[in-house]
């Protein structure tokens, strides 16, 4: 596609349960990162892919976290048992090749109530 | 994970006015970039810089790449309404991507 995409753009949920987040890179694109960007903050690194090399999930705030992906396309985030401080907009980019620039998609707005 | 120290927090200006923000961090970045967010998008890119002490200019943007690696800084000349967002500044080494915590920029006609 012309850019990242990442679905669904709002998710109203109710604490406890899981959520599903998903995100489609740029064609073509080796390497795939998710952020998390709270209300008035910056961007926080969650995990990050590279072609089939073992994701680096250093950034993952709780084992509630999870993240998926199909060889060098989609990318599922997964939270778990979802709390409150979990509401965030999560953001999906992706480059070309390492350490080249990233392009974002629009975010998932997450709210758990 | 280790945010960058950006600043202003914030800035309110009138039309037409410049702007000067940036960014410093205590560890070296090989590549700093400057994003704009807009309410509801994901940040775009604005300005890329890739060697130490270089000078980049896009339309209204210029931007610097400090000479020690460790800050940056954006400019913006001649503000207008649609200027109006929160910009981000991004360090990155190889797959280490760092942010500052955004300038909000307001413009008053």
């Known amino acids: 596609g012309a850019g990242v995409s990442q679905s669904p753009s709002n998710k109203v949920t109710e604490k406890g349960k899981d959520v599903e987040l998903r995100c489609d890179p740029i064609?073509?694109?080796?390497?795939l990162y998710w952020y998390r960007q709270r209300l008035g903050q910056g961007l926080e690194f969650l995990i990050y892919f590279q072609g089939n090399s073992a994701p680096d999930k250093s950034g993952l705030p709780s084992d509630r976290f999870s993240a998926e992906r199909t060889g060098e396309s989609v990318s599922t985030l997964t939270i778990q048992r979802t709390q409150q401080e979990d509401s965030a907009v999560y953001l999906c980019?992706?480059?070309?090749?390492?350490?080249?620039?990233?392009?974002f998609g629009p975010g998932t707005r997450l709210l758990v109530l | 994970g280790q945010q960058l120290n950006q600043s202003p927090q914030s800035m309110f200006i009138q039309e037409g006015e410049d702007v000067s923000m940036n960014c410093t961090s205590s560890?070296?970045?090989?590549?700093w970039l400057w994003y704009k967010q807009d309410p509801g998008e994901g940040p775009v890119l604005l300005i890329a810089l890739y060697k130490a002490g270089e000078l980049t200019s896009n339309g209204r943007l210029t931007a610097q790449f400090g000479i020690t690696r460790k800050d940056s800084f954006l400019n913006i000349s001649a503000s207008i309404p649609s200027d109006v967002g929160i910009y981000f500044c991004a360090g990155n080494n190889n797959n280490d991507m760092r942010f500052g915590a955004g300038t909000r920029l307001t413009v008053k006609p």
């Open positions: 560890s070296i970045f090989n590549t």
């Open positions: 980019a992706s480059t070309l090749r390492i350490g080249e620039t990233q392009y």
């Open positions: 064609s073509g694109h080796t390497a």
